[in-house]
């Protein structure tokens, strides 16, 4: 038995996330029933880094699978891309040692949140960025950032019924910060994990803290007390991507 770690990328606007759902079209469900076709199998099972959630897209994003087949990694991807919508697509495919885990075994994760900044929406980035028409102040907004950067508890950034699943609601942000590329703005934050939204939530307390509704004293009151109210609001999904996993 061999244990594949793959590579795909995908733009998530017409799925509702990656993990299987009974009542909805996955990006897992896509990727197992291409899997099975390719190797004449059942859907086998894949195990994803993440649970990015409906109309979230990925850049990078990393699977393994366990297969009983002798196909190489490059057929494997070649197969697996001609079999793909367009929507989805393999990046590489190698071999792995038989505990590796796409989940388990990552050290990193870097996310990128997308701001068409621009005064009129951008009809080609429809449902892959989030469309922001007035002015920007990146130092303010990198400022808030650097606050968020270390091991603290963001319980004020995580969505309510996400916060009453986890353990911990402690993580460690590696780097966040505020870049402006033409008319776009990529919000770029990287962290041994993250909650349930936490992304989109440090995004949208970037936007208040540039719109003067939260200041940095705010930013900091999150943190030490966990009080949602201090945080900003939960931005829409379709700005988000998974941009590398590091292993």
Known sequence: MRNLKVFIAYNGAEYHGFQRQDNAVTVQEVVENCVGKLLKIPAPVIYGCSRTD??????????????????????????????????????????????????YCTKGKEYVYLIANT?????????LAYHYPYELDIGKMNEAAQLLVGEHDFAAFCRAEGKARMKSTVREIYSFRAEKNGTNVELRISGSGFLYNMVRICAGTLIYINEGRLTLDDVRRALETGDRNYAGKTLPPEGLYLNRVDY
């Open 54 to 103: 409906t109309g979230v897209h990925a850049r990078q994003f990393c699977f393994n699978v366990h297969i009983d087949s002798r196909i190489p990694c490059e057929g494997f991807m070649k197969g697996m891309n001609t079999l793909l919508p367009p929507d989805i697509a393999v990046l590489s495919c190698e071999d792995a040692p038989e505990d590796f885990h796409a989940r």
């Open 119 to 127: 005064p009129q929406r951008d009809v080609f980035q429809q449902k």
